[in-house]
């Protein structure tokens, strides 16, 4: 075996952890989306029968509708925010 | 790195055979569920039988989209030929993640567009008189959750086409960075894509069935639907920007 010097080792493994970091980010992103995306879509769906049934509520419903989603969309900016980080702030 | 255009080669096949075969099994799904709706929705109404036809047959055609594009994604990737002149490992990667993602990709939307066409023909057979409605609606639903699945395509044909052949200073740490970040942007839009299509589809299915129950409240649910759709939307979207950061802005 060919021996490596010190220096050629570090930048490798410097490589080796960044490349890391961008596939730990693709699969945060990836993961961390499909939660949300079901959570709210089921959210929607119900609003939408909801809206149907009683639409004298129709504000009321609207109003628990976007609430209800931008709290289950929170976990979805979270795994943004770790994947941006993951892309620009390590290494 | 005498056998990089073999890797390559390798690469692309394989991408191929896992794209088309993971964007099959959920086209085949959701075509599935919507002629099992529309044959209960038959055995109820059989009256009904043009409405419920030719809503079956759109229905399975917009939920096969995520199939149809990772078929031509296979093509491109079997039959490409792109590699000319200097090459370097990282393409192989490009090729494997532009299979990957368009694969993942059709999962969400197929399942999506599955349900909301099902619960159209449901809602048909309930109610044949607001066959038109429900149809145009399911059409909306499925569009709205297929765009998830054109944003893999978008991503995947960027991977192939406009991912540099050759990168300057090829050490082995920078090729090991691009590689992984292609491949991580491919999982990142794949995997992110999920969430969006099935949860739209679900908005959509919904509204057919309230549509095809209070078709009075029309208005009222199709606003609802937009709104929704739009939000759920939104977690695809961060996806395809990280995979963008990932294929463009890093290593």
Redesign the interface.
Known sequence: METIDATAME??A???M???A??????C?????????????????????G???S?EN?SL??RT??VG??VS?ST??Y??VI??LL?FATG | MTMTAEIIQICSFLGAGIGVGIASVTSGVGTGIIADQANIALMKQPKAYDKLFSTMLIGQAATGTGGIFSLVVALLLLFGGFEQGVVHIHRAAAMLAAGLAVG?GAV?PAL?AGYSGGEACRSIGRMPRQGNIIMGNMLIGQALSQSSSIFALVVSLLLIFSTPMAIEDP????L??K???Y?????????????????????A???N???G??PR?RA??IR??F???A??E???I??L???F??IF???
């Not at chain 2, 491949?183 to 908005?203: H, K, N």
């Open positions: 930048l490798l410097n490589g080796i960044k490349a890391s961008f596939l730990g980010a693709g699969i992103m990836g993961i961390g989306a499909l939660g949300p995306g079901v959570g709210e879509g089921f959210v929607g769906g119900k609003a939408c029968e809206i149907a049934r639409p129709q419903i609207m509708m976007l989603q931008a969309e979805g900016i795994s943004l994947a941006l892309i | 993942l969400g999506g050490t082995a740490a920078r090991i960075q590689f992984i970040a491949l991580g942007s491919g999982l990142a839009i794949g995997l992110g894509t999920l969430g969006p299509g099935a949860g739209i589809g679900f908005v299915g919904k509204a069935d309230a549509i129950r209070f409240e009222k649910v609802t639907m709104l929704g759709a939000v759920s939104s977690t695809a961060y996806a920007v990280v995979s950061l990932l802005a890093v290593g």
